[in-house]
């Protein structure tokens, strides 16, 4: 087992240009900075039905919910921007969580989730910047055994918060991102180390 952090980046947005895509690149861009491999995932390109219990009964968890599921394996931390819809996270970011939380046969309940370090943020071009569906978020996560750092950030007046290459324009704006992929960095590599202390 290496101690280098391997951490999973994704938006709760299907939409092409959405912002919270941007958004969670410059917390990935700060934690590969910061000594981590990421991996950028777009759930637009792993469509899944709405979870549906006869869906899993007939014919278990979808292919792309599997494969989501093995991605989450693999890593040990969590980048998630997520949009606000109507005060809560979007539909597409909970079926992700509902499909991917489905134990297969021989696993444990939420055995993807376990132990996995995750830092949240959200983007809006409203006043609140997706804040209170943030607080959705972490409660879910927190449910599911994810450990979400106490650093997040809602941006607000996003439309007009994005330089060309991808940077926030405003310097307070891009640090306090940034520091959400580094401290998730941080923590996972705290945590892969003092297992292997114990391991050896």
């Known amino acids: 087992m290496s101690s280098r952090p391997k951490i999973l980046c994704l938006a709760g947005s299907l939409r092409k240009d ?8 410059v917390a990935m861009a700060a934690a590969q900075d910061a ?14 039905p709405i979870y549906d219990g ?8 979808p292919e792309n919910g599997k494969k989501l599921k093995k991605m989450l394996k693999e890593h040990q931390g969590l980048l998630i921007a997520s949009p606000e819809y109507n005060s809560s996270i979007s539909g597409a970011l909970k079926n992700f969580i509902d499909w991917t939380s489905r134990p297969e046969p ?3 309940s939420i055995e993807c989730y376990i132990g996995k370090v995750a830092g949240i943020m959200a983007c809006s071009p409203g006043a609140l910047g997706g804040l209170r569906g ?14 979400v750092v106490p650093e997040q950030h809602a941006l607000s007046q996003a439309n007009d918060a994005f330089t060309e290459d ?6 307070k704006n891009q640090k306090a991102v ?12 705290a945590i892969l180390e003092s297992e292997l202390v114990a391991k050896s």
């Open 54 to 61: 006869d869906i899993e009964a007939e014919s278990g968890i």
């Open 178 to 189: 940034a520091n959400i992929g580094k401290r998730v960095t941080s923590l996972t590599k």
């Open 35 to 48: 000594g981590a491999d990421c991996t950028y995932v777009d759930l637009k390109d792993y469509p899944m």
């Open 166 to 171: 991808g940077k926030l324009k405003d310097e």
């Open 18 to 25: 959405s912002l919270n895509k941007k958004l969670v690149k």
């Open 134 to 147: 943030l607080v959705t978020l972490r409660s879910i996560l927190g449910n599911i055994s994810v450990l």
């Open 106 to 108: 021989g696993e444990k």
